[in-house]
């Protein structure tokens, strides 16, 4: 590739970063500029998955960089690694070539006119890997089993059914399932897709009166994941079908993996067989994070898209978001957005005028003398026992919740926290919010207790 045209793929990376930080990954440094070839920009990824997500999630964006970085009217084309720049123009028409491409969709079977078009499989995210899972103790289970079914598909548990709240995993722990079987053998047909595009291909199927094609295309397959089965739900027909794929993949030891909302016999109007199927391989769920993961989760999503956070700002998105892992995301790109519209790096101060929060000093807020005192009078203990270094247990938790009130409340650094309740660190105060927050989740009486002070505290200010 000539000089000129590498200038022009760096030019582009730093268009992107400073037009479109959020659409950046660190990894686009590995992306290779192959030159400008008959007016295209040639881009080889370094796998399949990769150039799949490019084209799929950032096409309309590289090319805006490319024609900007130029000023001329040039188009992008995403290469795979082994794929020679000559091959042939992907369009429409080509589906069932381009899923066979992606390698997760392989029905083998190209569609013709009047046959039954394979269904949408959901595009694979190269991020949703299991090294960016965090794990802590709200999804420790369902990252182990995801692990084992992705180690040794077909043989573990069978199905893996993951269920939990929105924004919580699962659809991430699946398709890091799909991305490793896919690693450790090229060859096995993997079909991705969401429940949805299940019923919506049953229904065209049954419409088109096409189902054979349609017990076709999933029984010759190693293994299917099919994500937010939550949507089988009084879709009677849809059950019934999915019912024998179930078991004829189940029989021939295929791998199934499933993820919901809801366990499944909670799942409204599922019949009773089809919730006992569900339970026959492992059914684990994913939970709220903990304030330990949540911060480990906003550095990672941040190192992601090359973007440094300190701790005290990392704690402060995570105190910020507390129950949806994909607000906390959303959090991320904020910090992101500020940060490059303001040319800052991340630090508390960006944190909080990004994502809000009570100002450090002379703000409405109360202060942190307010707050210690306010609960030092609600326990009836001395203020000087709350900032001393002693540990009766009959301080300890007075303590905690000082700090973790004095954390929500203020913008004083974790550090500040620790040194004001008695010269401790900032892992202390971390741990203090941590066993604060995961008590009160728990215990009606304390998290009333919070609630009372919390008003307290918001009126003496
Ligand atoms: P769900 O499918 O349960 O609604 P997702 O899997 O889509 O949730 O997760 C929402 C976002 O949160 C995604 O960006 C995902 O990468 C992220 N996420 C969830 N759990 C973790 C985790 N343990 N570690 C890192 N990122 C996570
Ligand atoms: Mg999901």
Request: glycine share 8%; net charge negative.
């Amino acid at each position: 590739m000539s000089d000129p045209d590498r200038g022009v793929w760096e030019g582009m990376l730093g268009y992107l970063r400073t037009q479109h930080p959020t659409v950046c990954r660190q990894w686009f440094d590995e992306i290779e500029p192959l030159g400008i070839i008959a007016g295209m920009m040639h881009l080889r990824a370094h796998s399949m998955v990769h150039k799949e997500y490019l084209r799929r999630s950032c096409g309309d964006v590289f090319r805006e960089a490319l024609q900007s970085v130029t000023g001329h009217l040039l188009g992008i084309r995403f290469v795979g690694p082994d794929e020679s720049i000559g091959g042939p123009e992907e369009g429409a028409g080509m589906l069932t070539h381009r899923a066979k491409e992606n390698g997760f969709a392989s029905n083998g079977v190209r569609s013709k006119a009047g046959d039954l078009e394979p269904p949408d499989t959901l595009a694979i995210n190269p991020d949703y890997d299991f090294s960016s899972f965090v794990v802590g103790p709200s999804n420790r289970y369902a990252h182990a089993a995801a692990m084992a079914v992705a180690g040794q598909p077909g043989s573990s548990y069978n199905p893996l059914f993951i269920h939990g709240d929105v924004g919580l995993g699962k659809t991430h722990l699946l398709q890091a399932v799909c991305l490793t079987i896919r690693r450790n053998n090229p060859d096995a047909v993997i079909h991705y897709l969401s429940c949805e595009s299940f019923v919506t291909y049953f229904t065209e199927a049954i419409r088109a009166n096409q189902m054979a094609q349609f017990r076709h295309w999933f029984r010759d397959v190693d293994v299917l994941v099919l994500d937010d089965i939550h949507f089988l739900a009084s879709r009677e027909r849809s059950q019934e079908e999915f019912f024998h794929t179930f078991n004829t993949l189940y029989q021939a030891n295929k791998q199934i993996v499933l993820s919901s909302d809801a366990p499944p016999e909670e799942i409204p109007s599922l019949e009773d067989r089809v919730v006992s199927r569900f339970k026959c391989g492992l059914v684990t769920q994913v939970e709220a994070p903990d304030l330990d993961t949540r911060i480990a989760i906003v550095k990672s999503k941040a190192l992601q898209r090359g973007l440094l956070v300190p701790d005290d700002a990392a704690c402060h998105v995570a105190t910020r978001v507390t129950r949806n892992i994909r607000e906390l995301e959303g959090a991320v790109t904020k910090l992101q957005i500020a940060a490059s519209v303001e040319g800052r790096p991340v630090d508390l101060d960006l944190a909080i005028d990004a994502l809000g929060g009570e100002p450090r000093t002379g703000g409405s807020g109360p202060t942190i003398q307010l707050i210690a005192e306010t609960v030092a009078d609600f326990f009836n203990v001395r203020l000087t026992d709350l900032q001393g270094k002693r540990k009766p247990r009959s301080i300890a938790q007075p303590r905690q919740i000082g700090m973790f009130l004095a954390r929500r409340h203020t913008r004083h650094s974790l550090e500040e926290i620790g040194g004001f309740f008695g010269g401790r660190d900032h892992t202390t105060v971390i741990h203090a919010i941590k066993t604060i927050e995961g008590k009160a989740s728990t215990d009606a009486q304390l998290s009333a207790l919070l609630a009372e002070l919390e008003q307290k505290v918001a009126k003496v200010k």
